[in-house]
T-cell receptor, first 118, second 116 residues
Framework: GAGVSQSPSNKVTEKGKDVELRCDPISGHTALYWYRQSLGQGLEFLIYFQGNSAPDKSGLPSDRFSAERTGGSVSTLTIQRTQQEDSAVYLC????????????????FGQGTRLTVV | AQKITQTQPGMFVQEKEAVTLDCTYDTSDPSYGLFWYKQPSSGEMIFLIYQGSYDQQNATEGRYSLNFQKARKSANLVISASQLGDSAMYFCAMRVTENTGNQFYFGTGTSLTVIP
């Protein structure tokens, strides 16, 4: 498809287990973002990838969270030893990231992964 | 530092009335873009409107307009003739150019409820 794809759409896991969330960005988009959104709340920035540059990890809440982006395309967000407070919707977005180009094009979001830790 | 601020966590408006959602931003970059998104209860993020930092006129898209005041660093969203379907979360975002490319920064959002 032409949009940002996230999988799974829903994930229920037991406390203490590890989970992997996947994001397939729009082809050609060099920038990729992960956000977390608790029920009825705003967007919490987690991590930002731009091309081959080192990612901006400043939003990751703890060392249990990590993310990779392989080949400048697909990204995986991993949460180790999940806790109940990790329950949220995890949103991925991608955009054109080149300097001074496509500045007026928006970021496109996936439908999110709803994570529930029980 | 780049920053986007939305100071209104929740807003109410009567149906058919106009409403303004506030957004201020902070950047030292002269070239930037400002965006508004709508997130209904279904969860999808819907792009509404864009304003470039060099644009002379305020952006408009149907019932949406962006009140861009560059000197004040504000980019408020105005929704005219509110409809029940406008009830949603609204996010302001800024795109700036950095050494490695350009990056989006999002505000914390404003929840709008339209009252019949």
């Amino acid at each position: 498809g032409a949009g940002v794809s996230q999988s799974p759409s829903n994930k229920v896991t037991e406390k203490g287990k590890d989970v992997e969330l996947r994001c397939d960005p729009i082809s050609g988009h060099t920038a990729l973002y992960w956000y977390r959104q608790s029920l009825g709340q705003g967007l919490e920035f987690l991590i930002y990838f731009q091309g081959n540059s080192a990612p901006d990890k400043s939003g990751l809440p703890s060392d249990r969270f990590s993310a990779e982006r392989t080949g400048g395309s697909v990204s995986t967000l991993t949460i180790q030893r999940t806790q109940q407070e990790d329950s949220a919707v995890y949103l991925c977005a991608s955009s054109h990231g080149d300097r001074f180009r496509n500045m007026n094009t928006e970021a496109f979001f996936g439908q999110g992964t709803r994570l529930t830790v029980v | 530092a780049q920053k986007i601020t939305q100071t209104q966590p929740g807003m109410f408006v009567q149906e058919k009335e106009a409403v303004t959602l506030d957004c201020t931003y902070d950047t030292s970059d002269p070239s930037y873009g400002l965006f508004w998104y709508k997130q209904p209860s279904s969860g999808e993020m819907i792009f509404l409107i864009y304003q470039g930092s060099y644009d002379q006129q305020n952006a408009t898209e149907g019932r949406y307009s962006l009140n861009f005041q560059k000197a004040r660093k504000s980019a408020n969203l105005v929704i005219s003739a509110s409809q029940l379907g406008d009830s949603a979360m609204y996010f302001c975002a800024m795109r700036v150019t950095e050494n490695t490319g350009n990056q989006f920064y999002f505000g914390t959002g404003t929840s709008l409820t339209v009252i019949p």
